[in-house]
């Protein structure tokens, strides 16, 4: 992150994008390196099963997930994607973006009653992991809540015309 701030920010923007490629890398990796992690998430999908997570977590201990994700940190090639994935991961806001994006779906008139279905418990998931691992506390989360509130309220339009107002009179 603080070594390669250019290839973050690129990684940072590529998951902030509206259509998922940054997600869906993430998956790719995961995919090659714990093959069975796409059929349990095919299952898990179809049965709207999300509240336990303990299988896969037990597929990932048993692939070495995390020991070839530090390896090919270790030894990566400037295309690899793993140093910005997990510099995003643990030190930046990617519980929040994840939680935002699931809202996004959810709300989405296009999602599936099926989809909004698995992903309401999802995001509740995220939230508790982030806490359970303690890289966020509920302290943090009920503070990002009362931002996403205040960015989907009218009174965001109001405050940025009363800065863009400002701006304009400090500078003339």
């Known amino acids: 992150m603080d070594s390669h701030p250019e290839e973050y920010d690129c990684f940072e923007e590529e998951m902030n994008r509206k259509d998922n490629a940054g997600y869906q890398q993430i998956l790719t990796k995961a995919f090659s390196l714990v093959p069975k992690y796409q059929k349990i998430i095919r299952k898990r ?18 692939n070495n997930l995390a020991e070839s994700l530090i390896n090919e940190f270790e030894n990566s090639s400037p295309e690899s994607i ?76 109001i405050i940025q015309k009363l800065l863009l107002l400002y701006c304009t009179l400090s500078a003339a």
């Not at 999908?45 to 048993?62: G, H, K, M, R, Y």
């Not at 929040?96 to 992903?119: C, D």
């Open 82 to 157: 793993v140093p910005a994935m997990l510099s995003w991961l643990y030190f930046g806001k990617s519980f929040e973006r994840m939680v935002e994006r699931g809202e996004e779906i959810r709300r989405n008139p296009e999602t599936t009653f099926a989809e909004k279905i698995v992903i309401s418990p999802v995001i509740k998931l995220v939230i508790a992991r982030s806490i359970s691992l303690g890289l966020r506390t509920k302290a943090d989360w009920e503070e990002h809540r009362e931002l996403m509130k205040l960015a989907e309220s009218e009174n965001v339009i």
């Open 45 to 62: 999908v179809n049965q709207a099963s999300t509240e336990d997570v303990s299988d896969i977590e037990t597929l990932f201990s048993e």
